[in-house]
């Protein structure tokens, strides 16, 4: 008779509770996007829309999107949007990028902020 094996009925349920909260944050974070930021941006490479695509965005050069017309201000602010660079700006874009014309007015709560951002990091 087969029985399966204690160790793995006993192991399980512990795999299924350590992937809830990263896939919580993901399903969360394109929620977010979607309700924020999806009128003005796509995820999509080469597609800009008000601004500019944000596929690969964690870790390139502020302003690098090549065919977007980008403010003076975005395109010379020397940042790299770093997942602590983005955090910041998404709390005011306004504040970091001063002449931004990214007319929004930030995401205040700081776990909307973390779940957008780890959903950007997925989208290359
Ligand atoms: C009302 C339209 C609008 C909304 C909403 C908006 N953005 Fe933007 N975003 C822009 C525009 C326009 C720019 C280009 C800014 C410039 O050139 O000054 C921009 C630029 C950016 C940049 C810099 C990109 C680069 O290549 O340097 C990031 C990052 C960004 N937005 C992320 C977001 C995220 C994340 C959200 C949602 C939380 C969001 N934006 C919501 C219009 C918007």
Redesign the pocket.
Known sequence: MHRPSLAVLALAPLTVLALAPLARAQDAGET??KR??????SVEPGQN??????AG?VG??????AD????????N?G?T?TEAE?DK??TD?RQV?P??????A??KNAD??KA??AY?KQQK
């Open positions: 977010i996007f924020y930021c999806a009128v003005c941006h829309k008000i601004g500019p695509s944000l965005v390139r050069k502020a302003g690098s999107v977007y017309s980008y403010t003076e201000a975005n395109k602010s940042l949007w983005l700006y998404l874009p990028v002449g931004t014309k990214m007319l929004f930030g995401l909307d902020r957008v951002i950007l």
